[in-house]
Nanobody, 125 residues
Framework: VQLQAFGGGLVQAGDSRRLSCSAS????????VAWFRQAPGKEREFVAA????????YYTDSIKGRFTISGDNAKNTVYLQMNSLEAGDTAVYYC???????????????????WGQGTQVTVSS
């Protein structure tokens, strides 16, 4: 499976942006896709995840109510809709995937086997 993330850019605080993670290869079954982000000088952190077979979603507290993760199985694409962006959301955003993820490891980057290249989101205030 290969993942490709795109959709980043420079936005103003309060704006919205949608990131896309396109997957090539077989992703049917128990495939989970997550978004992580890494700001300069900080560790990579979990943002959101979705189990494609059930639609179950997971979010980190700091973005709840502002970000929405969704999947389009027909297009093999997962989206991260980001609303009310803040300067603190500035980071490189990565999408990641796993066939073998267990719920307790959803927020752990090392649990994901497949990674896309990052896409930069810069929020100016």
């Amino acid at each position: 499976v290969q993942l490709q993330a795109f959709g980043g850019g420079l936005v103003q605080a309060g704006d919205s942006r949608r990131l896309s993670c396109s997957a090539s290869g077989r992703t049917s079954g128990r495939f989970t896709v997550a978004w992580f982000r890494q700001a300069p000088g900080k560790e990579r952190e979990f943002v959101a995840a979705i189990r494609l077979n059930s639609g179950t979603t997971y979010y980190t507290d700091s973005i709840k109510g502002r970000f929405t993760i969704s999947g389009d199985n027909a297009k093999n694409t997962v989206y991260l809709q980001m609303n009310s962006l803040e300067a603190g959301d500035t980071a490189v955003y990565y999408c990641a995937g796993s066939f073998t993820l267990i719920t307790s490891s959803t927020r752990t980057s090392s649990a994901y086997s497949f990674w896309g290249q990052g896409t930069q989101v810069t929020v100016s205030s």
